[in-house]
Every structure is written in structure tokens, then in C-alpha cells.
């Protein structure tokens, strides 16, 4: 991980039992970036440091990944719905005093950052979502290009407790299979990264953890997206979506079209890279996130941020 990125002072609150880890930094408006599937906060090692020097960074684990709790599974998975890990997202933004804030989330990260926009759109200013369609529309619009790439969406829907079984046989396994069987194989990832990706998807539970995540995705969580669409609920924050050209995302979906159906004032565009967008292009994606959240009335170069989060 990038030496810089490690002097940023790590917190750990707990919220309904469930503990949540991750680091703050910088000073300036607060900026909350959440990470995807089957990663951690660490995703941001290489645009952390920098966006710090604008901004007041609080990168969190969700819950199940990383150092964060892994709270047993319900028969609805509500435990592991969007909405749940939203409200650990928000509590973590309120220990440190920020009750108005931007997102940046990439992949299942993404997705809760669509949930809290939607469940506390009075706390999401703007939000920059990395290579996802909403989830409905995907499940929706399956194609078989999709389903191939995206195997693991399948795969960790199915009962328990066979892919659980499956994945904590060999965790190391499973996670380099998952990233190492995209456009740029593991080529993308500091070693001492994806040992530490390595590490907690072997931490007790973990198998369960993910799986619980994505079976929410395909039950509850599609549920919340018809109730909002029923009710007429559109995001009214600005949105911007990048995507990597060589992903599946963009070439399987018409992204922006589909963000548009269910956003207000939605821009964005493909980046030269694969699906994990902070390691393999963050040059680019350090650029689109300092002109956009920079156009954010609260990110003046003026605003305090949190008085401790100075590394």
C-alpha cells in the first residue's frame, strides 16, 4: 500500500453491533469513498493521498470486507442490503462530524453509495460512481456476454452452503480468480495490496459475508430500487459514472442511458482502463474527481474539514 496512504489514522466505530474499520485523512470538505467486491479501503492507495490534499478522505470497509464486522446472515438478507451498509456509510461520516458530504464508490461500493444517496439524499452532495449500471437494470438486462464475465454475480446467489464452502476451501484462490480473470489480469495490483486483499478474504466468515452481499443484491436490494421507481424517486444530486472500455459494464450496457432513468443530472464517460478503475487508470480518475467534486459548493479550499484528520 502507498506509504502515505498508511499514515492516514485508521477509526473503528460500531453501529447496531457491527463494526466498522476504516482511515481518515486531508483536510477540506469531506469526500467518502467506498470500495467494491472482493476488495477493501485499500483500493484508494494510489488517488487517496492526493485527493487528501483537497479534501477530508474517510475511506471505509463495507461491512464483510476488510476489517470491518461480519455480522451473521438473516433469511431476507436484509443484514447485508444496500440499505444496511448505507447506514454504516452515514455513521461513519457523522463520528467524524460531516452530516453533508461527496461519494466516490466503485463496484458493490457503488451500489450502497446509490442506496444512500436515495435513503439520505440530504447527505449526499455528489457522487462519482465507478463501472456500474444500476443494479436493477443489470439484473434486468442480462445478456450472455454479461452473464459470462460477471459469472460471480450467479454464482453467489446460489443457497448456501455451497459457494461459502467453495470460496473459504481457498480464499487466496477465489480472489485472484475473480480480479485476475479481468482485461488486465493481477498486473494492475501492488503486491503488498493484494496481500492485503488476500488476508481479509481469508478472515473467518468472509465466504458467508460476500455471498449474503450479493444475494441482497438479487433479492432485497431490487426491491428498494422497484419501490423508488413505483414512487416516482429519482437521485437529484449531479452523478458522474466512468467506466473502463475494456469492462464488461460499458460494453454490455448503455450506461449513461440507464443512469439517466434513474438520476437527474447524470455525465460521464469511459476511461482507458478495465473494470478496477482506481488501480489500473488513477491518474485519470484523479483528475475527473478533483474537477468534479471540486465544483461542490462546500469544497472551498477554506473548509476546515475535521480538526484530527490531518495525517
Not at 416516482?232 to 467506466?243: I, M
Request: aromatic share 8%; hydrophobic share 45%.
Amino acid at each position: 500500500m502507498t506509504a502515505s496512504f498508511l499514515t492516514f489514522p485508521a477509526f473503528d466505530i460500531e453501529r447496531n453491533g457491527v463494526r466498522i474499520h476504516g482511515r481518515i485523512g486531508g483536510r477540506g470538505a469531506p469526500l467518502l469513498l467506498l470500495h467494491g467486491h472482493p476488495q477493501t479501503h485499500a483500493i484508494w492507495h494510489r488517488v487517496a493521498p492526493a485527493l487528501a490534499e483537497r479534501f477530508t478522505v474517510v475511506a471505509v470497509d463495507l461491512r464483510g470486507y476488510g476489517d470491518s464486522g461480519r455480522p451473521a446472515a438473516d433469511a431476507d438478507h436484509l443484514v447485508y442490503s444496500k440499505r444496511e451498509m448505507a447506514l454504516d456509510a452515514l455513521a461513519a461520516m457523522r463520528h467524524h462530524g460531516f452530516e453533508r458530504f461527496g461519494v466516490l464508490a466503485h463496484d458493490r461500493g457503488a451500489r450502497v453509495a446509490h442506496r444512500l444517496a436515495a435513503d439520505h439524499p440530504e447527505a449526499v452532495e455528489r457522487m462519482l460512481l465507478l463501472d456500474i449500471a444500476p443494479t436493477l437494470a443489470m439484473y434486468e438486462n442480462t445478456s450472455e456476454a454479461f452473464a459470462k464475465a460477471y459469472w460471480h454475480w450467479f454464482f453467489l446467489i446460489q443457497p448456501p452452503p455451497l459457494p461459502e464452502a467453495l470460496i473459504a476451501s481457498d480464499p487466496v484462490r477465489y480472489v485472484r480468480s475473480v480480479m485476475g480473470g479481468r482485461h488486465a489480469g493481477l498486473a494492475p495490483f501492488a503486491p503488498e495490496v493484494l496481500a492485503e486483499y488476500e488476508r481479509c478474504a481469508a478472515i473467518a466468515g468472509t465466504a458467508e459475508s460476500i455471498c449474503e452481499d450479493y444475494r441482497a443484491s438479487a433479492t432485497i436490494d431490487l426491491a428498494h430500487d422497484r419501490i423508488d421507481i413505483a414512487a416516482g424517486q429519482r437521485l437529484t444530486q449531479p452523478l458522474r459514472v466512468l467506466w473502463g472500455e475494456h469492462g464488461a459494464v460499458g460494453k454490455a450496457f448503455d450506461v449513461l442511458a440507464l443512469w439517466r432513468e434513474r438520476a437527474d443530472d447524470v455525465s460521464g464517460r469511459a476511461l482507458p482502463c478495465g473494470h478496477y478503475v482506481p488501480e489500473e487508470a488513477p491518474g485519470e480518475l484523479l483528475a475527473e474527481a478533483l474537477e468534479f467534486f471540486s465544483s461542490s459548493p462546500s469544497s472551498s479550499p477554506t473548509h476546515p474539514g475535521h480538526p484530527g484528520a490531518t495525517p
